[in-house]
């Protein structure tokens, strides 16, 4: 489905980002593995093994994403090795997770700067390169960034930022044949999730019409379908993968 598209992922080291990569790769993709700090070098090292094994071609890219420069460093750097930036995933996040009185504005400030500037910081730079032959462009918001949630204010508000994003870039590129969606993962089995008490994972099931946690590749398989030419006439999308939680 991916045959000789090349695919930028952010934060692609754990969790839904590793997946996705992994689920290019497996469609035939060639993918830049990014990570963040050198404590996660091994860890990316060893994703870009295991897509080279599938066949494909991969490397890893340290860049912090929150930074315009760095930003800029990790996209240049896929054009200098694969000539070219067919899909890009902006996946990278980080949660600071507290109630408003408690929370402080470094708090604010850092969720905000890598969640919602860093899909900004990326899609400035892969913009112009995706010019020549077109692209897709899949940004990773969250459930609680349609309906909010308790302790999570800047978290949510750079997720429905980045649905506000979606849509004002789907129709800017629109006529450019680069086609901007969003992903909307609800409660999701990771090692985020794994932490949890049984009876807050159990509170949360409640909440979940499907009555189950969903898992990294139920998200993945929908990037597949929003990177791949199944989704040529789709843009400006927010698609919830949630188990119906968020209707």
């Known amino acids: 489905m991916l045959d000789n598209k090349v ?19 497996k469609n035939g993709a060639n993918v830049v593995i990014n990570y963040r700090s050198d404590s996660s070098k091994l860890k990316a090292d060893n994703i870009v093994e295991q897509i080279e094994a599938l066949g494909q071609k991969a490397i ?3 860049a912090n994403i929150a930074d315009f420069n760095e930003s800029k460093v990790l996209i240049d750097n896929t054009i200098a090795h694969f ?8 996946n990278a996040g980080i949660t600071r997770d507290t109630l408003l009185l408690r929370m402080t504005e470094e708090d604010f ?5 890598v969640n919602l500037k860093g899909a900004f910081n990326c899609i400035k730079h892969a913009a112009r390169p995706m010019l020549k032959s077109g692209g897709s462009i899949i940004n990773m918001t969250s459930v609680v960034g349609i309906s909010g949630n308790t302790g999570q204010v800047n978290y949510a508000a750079s997720k429905a930022g980045l649905i506000g994003m979606t849509k004002t870039l789907a129709r800017e590129f629109a006529k450019k044949n680069i086609r901007v969606n969003a992903i909307a993962p609800g409660f999701i089995e990771s090692d985020m999730t794994s932490a949890l008490s049984e009876q807050v994972v159990s509170q949360a099931i409640g909440n979940i019409p499907m009555n189950r946690l969903g898992s990294v590749k139920d998200v993945a398989n929908v990037a597949l379908f929003l990177a791949s030419d199944l989704s040529t006439y789709v843009t400006g999308e927010v698609i919830r993968v949630d188990g119906g939680m968020a209707m």
């Open 109 to 113: 400030d850092q969720v905000i700067e």
């Open 7 to 25: 695919a930028v992922v952010t934060g692609s080291t754990r969790g839904i980002g590793e997946e996705v990569a992994l689920t290019f790769a």
């Open 60 to 62: 890893a890219i340290k």
């Open 83 to 90: 000539g070219k930036i067919d899909i890009l995933v902006n």
